[in-house]
Nanobody, 122 residues
Framework: QVQLVVSGGGSVQAGGSLRLSCGSS????????IKWFRQAPGEEREFVAF????????YYEDSVKDRFTISRDNAGNTVYLQMNNLRPEDTAVYYC???????????????WGPGTQVTVSP
């Protein structure tokens, strides 16, 4: 099982920045598609950002697309979510999800990391 390590959450003032990271020591991590989700109190979990294993595709939820940037560092087996110009409505627990489609002989895989709290004060 791929163990995901998530870090970078914290408390900031509105307009501030945070960088979340999601990584693994597993050698196959760089072959996974990565998504970030978030869940605010009393709300459903929502999609935030996606980056494909090939580096060539990335997309964002509309409210964050001009402020957040997802990237990956294959050498470090890490995916980052750079969050700039944070707003109070960005306050949520953020989760990293790693997914790999079924291969020739391997089954599909899907893993979740622990949540990290992001709090943005007005």
């Amino acid at each position: 099982q791929v163990q995901l390590v998530v870090s970078g959450g914290g408390s900031v003032q509105a307009g501030g920045s945070l960088r979340l990271s999601c990584g693994s020591s597993d050698r196959t991590f760089n072959d996974y598609d990565i998504k970030w989700f978030r869940q605010a109190p009393g709300e459903e979990r929502e999609f935030v950002a996606f980056i494909g294993y090939s580096f060539t595709s990335a997309y964002y939820e509309d409210s964050v697309k001009d402020r957040f940037t997802i990237s990956r560092d294959n050498a470090g087996n890490t995916v980052y979510l750079q969050m700039n110009n944070l707003r109070p409505e960005d306050t949520a627990v953020y989760y990293c999800n790693a997914h790999r489609d079924a291969g020739r002989i391997s089954p599909a895989r899907d893993y979740w990391g622990p949540g990290t709290q992001v709090t943005v004060s007005p």
